[in-house]
């Protein structure tokens, strides 16, 4: 048992740790009393990236509909105004790194970016080409993160993608995958190359990733992306036909978006989930994952029983 | 493709329902009144077909071939494309039926109706798909602005040539109907995949059409 004065200088240090994280939030208009936003040091070098990302699969692909880019600007804007800084895009999504490129703009070039794209060509010697082109849609100096979309020709980008962080062009390098698949040959690639980041799917009913691609993760110093949280919405589908149980609020969850992310990102070798949406409102409500309580191992289980369940 | 067996049709959709019908509200505003010019050519060919001929002939595949050239450059060149990247080759497709059309429908005058007797079936699906097939996103539930008419979009432009190729195009029916039917396939999976409730009605006009083909060849 903790003696009283124990506990005092406990609360003392928790109640500094709150107010000096409590700074480092993004002022923004309306957001004065926000939580701090939890964030995860990348591995490789230790920067500090909120746990909540800004997904584009699908819903920043609106084309030239410029009411529908009007709504996605609006979009990434609650997203930094919230503290959000990775942004995932590929030039597999058609328009979307356009629309980035454009509510970045509109936006006025949030200088909180962390600007996550993809090479996605077969052709190894058209790579730099395609990141170039990438590049020009998003508009920005260079990108943070570039990662080989779903390993299309893995071995001839790789080694392009890490001549160009040596030389500056870029800072961090990848690899992703979805829904579980080839998870032997990233296991492969993440043992045997100098990778900064890899991105798999994970989720609370989606786990196959906790069995190897996570631990070995923390063990060779790698973050991890996750993508498809809400599997493309049919999940939280799923679970908003039930109440959110009363214990969600033990972890500071007011909704089932929340509840599903801070499943996600409590595991200890994730750096950052990217849910993807099409409403400012839900973004916020994606961003209030990144804040407050996460849920220890024994509450981890009790979400997963629970959703099971459902 | 590696483990191509865990792969299901929504890992290949690019973009949302809203976003794809938005796409034909768009499209019909920037190219209004054309639609009023597509429905005129698709009455003259209901006017046209059932007397046979040989100008008429080629003048219904006139028709049809420009509907093709349109829609490949104005529709999926210029408006699918942006997003979806497949479009170009679905384009390059529709500028090969609409040359396809014109070479041998015009030119070669190998796409004449048998006035005497016409494919009532046919001309049925040509009906169909310019008044049918165009009410059907609004009753359920589109909007009126996202209409799909024959002549500027794809699906009833398909529709209505195989119901065409029925009555008109005698050997060269297989040579004409290979695109359309493949379209008819690609759109029915692509709305399926979006939850449409219209889906199956290209992919059906475009069966009806090929079984009644074979079960006349008989």
Do not use: E, M, N, W
């Given at each position: 048992m903790s003696s009283p004065s124990r506990v005092d200088r406990r609360r003392l240090i928790r109640g500094l740790a709150a107010a000096s994280a409590a700074l480092t939030v993004r002022p923004s208009i309306g957001s004065a009393q926000r939580a701090p936003v939890v964030t995860r040091g990348v591995p490789s070098s230790g920067e500090a990236l909120p746990v909540v990302g800004l997904g584009s699969w699908i819903t920043f692909n609106v084309g030239n509909d410029r009411v529908a880019r009007d709504s996605c600007a609006e979009v990434m804007g609650a997203f930094f105004d919230d503290g959000g800084r990775l942004i995932d895009s590929s030039p597999m999504y058609a328009s979307s790194q356009e629309v980035i490129g454009y509510g970045l703009a509109k936006l006025g070039k949030p200088g909180g970016l962390f600007a996550a794209d993809k090479v996605w060509i077969s052709?190894?010697?058209r790579g730099r080409t395609q990141i170039e082109q990438s590049r020009q849609h998003w508009n920005i100096p260079r990108f943070d993160l570039v990662q080989v979309h779903n390993l299309l020709a893995w071995e001839d980008h790789l080694p392009m993608l890490f001549d160009m962080k040596a030389a500056g062009q870029l800072r961090y390098v990848g690899i992703t995958t979805s829904e579980g698949r080839r998870h032997h040959e990233i296991e492969q690639i993440m043992r045997s190359q100098p990778l900064d980041f890899v991105q798999v799917t994970y989720n609370v009913l989606d786990r196959e990733a906790e069995d190897r691609i996570l631990p070995l993760a923390r063990d060779r110093g790698i973050g991890v992306i996750i993508n498809r949280p809400f599997r493309e919405g049919a999940l939280i589908r799923k679970v908003m036909r039930q109440p959110l149980p009363a214990w969600a609020r033990d972890i500071d969850c007011a909704n089932w978006a929340q509840f599903l992310l801070k499943f996600i990102v409590s595991?200890?070798?994730?750096?950052c989930a990217i849910p993807a949406t099409t409403s400012a409102a839900h973004v916020r409500e994606n961003m209030g994952a990144a804040a407050g309580r996460l849920p220890d191992e024994a509450m981890r289980r009790r979400m997963i029983a629970h959703v099971e369940a459902l | 493709m590696s483990e191509w067996w865990t792969y299901t049709l929504s890992d290949f959709l690019l973009f949302s329902p809203r976003t794809y019908y938005r796409l034909f509200e768009l499209y019909n505003a920037d190219i209004w009144p054309a639609q009023i010019v597509a429905l005129a050519l698709g009455v003259t060919i209901l006017v046209l077909l059932p007397r046979g001929g040989a100008w008429r002939g080629q003048a219904v595949a006139a028709i049809l071939g420009a509907s093709w050239l349109w829609i490949a450059w104005a529709f999926h060149g210029e408006r699918y494309a942006t997003i979806n990247w497949a479009a170009v080759y679905v384009a390059a497709g529709f500028a090969v039926e609409g040359l396809l059309l014109l070479w041998v429908g015009l030119i070669r005058n190998r796409m004449q109706a048998d006035g005497q007797s016409m494919d009532r079936v046919g001309l049925a699906i040509v009906l169909f798909a310019l008044v049918g097939q165009p009410l059907i996103g609004p009753l359920v539930g589109r909007a009126w602005s996202q209409v799909e008419m024959f002549g500027v979009a794809p699906d009833p432009t398909a529709v209505a040539t195989l119901g065409v190729l029925l009555c008109a195009a005698g050997r060269a029916f297989w040579l004409l109907a290979a695109l359309p039917i493949a379209w008819c396939v690609i759109t029915g999976a692509t709305l399926w995949t979006m939850g449409?409730?219209?889906?199956?009605v290209a992919p059906l006009a475009a069966a009806i059409c090929v079984v009644w083909r074979i079960w006349r060849q008989r």
């Open positions: 052709r190894g010697s595991h200890p070798a994730i750096t | 449409s409730v219209d889906s199956l």
